[in-house]
């Protein structure tokens, strides 16, 4: 079994940064790629970065490109996502997840075991 603890949410203005964490607990994340998804309030949840097991393949969803960055510290059980130039429509709650397999696209079925998420809310 793999917890996974995510920390860094919070209230930031539009253009704003914020910088989510993802600690691993009960198993290594060096076996496992890594990925953040995000619910909005009504909607479904969506896939927003991966990166997998040495951190050299790493994919986005279009809208967070150029402004998110996914990356790990698998000696420290940890990923990271820096998210910069916020936008009211990154407004979710942001869950990390740890996947067996490297999937495209990654699909919340995919993923093996979850975090309980951290709560993004950028005011316009």
């Known amino acids: 079994q793999v917890q996974l603890v995510e920390s860094g949410g919070g209230l930031v203005q539009a253009g704003g940064s914020l910088r989510l964490s993802c600690a691993a607990s009960?198993?290594?994340?060096?076996?496992?790629?890594m990925d953040w998804f995000r619910q909005a309030p009504g909607k479904e949840r969506e896939f927003v970065a991966q990166i997998n097991v040495s951190g050299g393949a790493i994919y986005y969803t279009d809208s967070v490109k150029g402004r998110f960055t996914i990356s790990r510290d698998n000696a420290k059980n940890t990923v990271y996502l820096q998210m910069n130039s916020l936008k009211a429509e990154d407004t979710a709650v942001y869950y990390c997840?740890?996947?067996?397999?490297?999937?495209?696209?990654?699909?919340?079925?995919?993923?093996?075991?979850w975090g309980k998420g951290t709560l993004v809310t950028v005011a316009s």
């Open positions: 009960g198993r290594t994340l060096s076996n496992y790629v």
């Open positions: 997840a740890a996947a067996r397999y490297y999937t495209l696209p990654p699909r919340t079925q995919d993923m093996a075991y």
